[in-house]
């Protein structure tokens, strides 16, 4: 079975310009969640999605910072205009509701804003 | 709201050594807790988890941790380290009746294994 795919796994870009993040879940995976990875904060929980629909956004920095599931197969997280202090590691992780809540994360897309 | 400690942010150990990563909690309901690893430019991988069966759960490439509700403490251990092992090793925790699958992380313990 195909993991959760993230896309773009590298992205360089220039302060102000806007990054949009990708991310397929696993199939019949109903939670979609977005982590960001920095050295100094570790792993930080953005928003999370319950059949495509955002349950938790508390974690979003800033109104800079945007996130979509229009269906159970896509999610994207953006970024407009992006800082350089938006740099870091976004990963994205499912989970399925039948299941004991273990997260299955991508491989990360590694962000950095010159 | 549940909380995650990771005593230690670096541990080194000599091959075949014992592995000891200590991971202390705090969640006023019982939790499910869970221990990932991360190797460089990866994703994070379930090594285990503690889903309120057994307080000993046994997880992949050797590696065990105890559930002790007395301590608070769920601390990941491997007898005989080998060199592949080296990586980052974060405890979770989450409270499955409140927030399904919104796992708390800790910080991160970078293991190092010496030839």
């Known amino acids: 079975d195909a993991g959760v795919i993230q896309s773009p796994r590298h992205e360089v870009t220039e302060m102000g310009q806007e990054v949009t993040l990708r991310c397929k879940p696993i199939s019949g995976h109903d939670y979609l969640f977005w982590y960001r990875q920095t050295m100094m904060r570790g792993l930080e929980l953005l928003i999370y999605?319950?059949?495509?629909?955002?349950?938790?956004d508390s974690g979003m920095p800033e109104d800079r910072f945007s996130a979509k599931m229009p269906n159970a197969s896509f999610s994207t997280l953006k970024i407009q205009p992006s800082e350089p202090r938006d740099s870091a590691v976004y990963f994205c992780?499912?989970?399925?509701?039948?299941?004991?809540?273990?997260?299955?994360f991508g491989e990360g897309s590694r962000l950095t804003v010159l | 709201a549940q909380s995650v400690t990771q005593l230690g942010s670096h541990v080194s150990v000599s091959e075949g050594a014992l592995v000891l990563l200590r991971c202390n909690y705090s969640?006023?309901?019982?939790?499910?807790l869970f221990w990932y690893v991360q190797y460089p430019n990866q994703g994070l991988q379930l090594l285990l988890k503690?889903?309120?069966?057994?307080?000993l759960v046994k997880g992949i490439n050797g590696f065990e941790a105890e559930f002790k509700k007395s301590e608070t403490s769920f601390h990941l251990t491997k007898p005989s380290a080998h060199m592949s092992d080296a990586a980052e090793y974060f405890c979770a925790v989450s409270v499955y009746t409140t927030s399904y699958g919104k796992l708390t992380f800790g910080q991160g313990t970078i293991l190092t294994v010496h030839p």
């Open positions: 992780a499912t989970t399925r509701t039948s299941g004991t809540g273990e997260l299955f």
């Open positions: 969640s006023s309901v019982p939790p499910y």
């Open positions: 503690y889903t309120s069966a057994a307080t």
């Open positions: 999605f319950n059949n495509n629909v955002p349950i938790d």
